[in-house]
């Protein structure tokens, strides 16, 4: 069966620090990648997504950027997060052409 | 307009009740329809998946289609404490290959609390 990972679970960080967040999936090979951000009280919002390693497609300009260097990993990254990147982050993986399935997410606070 | 809007709620139904969830679109490419359960602070977890119009039923839990109407409901019978959550809606287009892109556009989602 198929397992995805996103760690860390919470992060605290201070305006103006690096952002690193990674997301493995197991069990499944050449999935389709997908980042949201899920603001309190919101909807998610679909931030990047994956066809495969190295292809990126960006849906929301803003100062996050995502990288896949296997075919299974999927990492969000940040050179300096502001107060409004604070929510929740998932990552989901999806069969290609179908629905999708996601992680158990990553808290992220910005102070 | 958004494309898809559902009541963001709150919902509170008495333990053993019906529940009815709502989700109305706009774009009528959206072909795969599902229902996402959300615990708080967790990520979603898929419920129901239906690309037809009609009825899907799992258990205690019924998804219906309406194409014509652009309209999807969820329906949940004899309603649990285990089942308050936020339930969300979403959906996606079919490609002109006839395969989904693999992007979902969602519900905002409706919180919903079953009291004993």
């Known amino acids: 069966s198929q397992t995805i990972h996103q760690w860390p679970a919470t992060l605290v960080q201070p305006v103006g620090s690096p952002l690193s967040l990674e997301c493995t999936v197991e069990?499944?090979?050449?999935?389709?990648l997908y980042w949201y951000r899920q603001a309190a009280g919101r909807g998610l919002q679909l931030l990047f997504y994956s066809v495969g390693i190295g292809q990126i497609s960006s849906e929301v300009p803003q100062n996050l950027s995502a990288s896949r260097p296997q075919d299974r990993q999927f990492i969000l990254s940040s050179k300096k997060l502001l107060l409004s990147d604070s929510g929740f982050y998932l990552c989901?993986?999806?069969?290609?052409?179908?629905?999708?399935?996601f992680g158990p997410g990553t808290r992220l606070t910005v102070l | 307009q958004k494309e898809v809007e559902q009541d963001p709620g709150p919902l509170s139904v008495p333990e053993g009740a019906i529940v009815s969830l709502n989700c109305t679109y706009s774009?009528?490419?959206?072909?795969?329809f599902m229902w996402y359960r959300q615990y708080s602070r967790k990520g979603p977890e898929l419920l129901m998946y239906?690309?037809?119009?009609g009825n899907k039923e799992d258990g205690r839990f019924t998804a219906q289609v309406d194409k014509s109407s652009k309209y999807i409901s969820l329906f949940i019978r004899d309603s649990q404490p285990s089942d308050s959550a936020t339930y969300l809606c979403a959906m996606s287009a079919m490609g002109a290959g006839g395969t989904s892109y693999g992007k979902l556009t969602f519900g905002q989602g409706t919180i919903l609390t079953v009291h004993p």
């Open positions: 069990g499944t090979s050449n999935p389709n």
């Open positions: 239906t690309y037809s119009s």
């Open positions: 989901a993986w999806g069969p290609p052409a179908d629905t999708q399935y």
């Open positions: 774009n009528s490419a959206f072909q795969y």
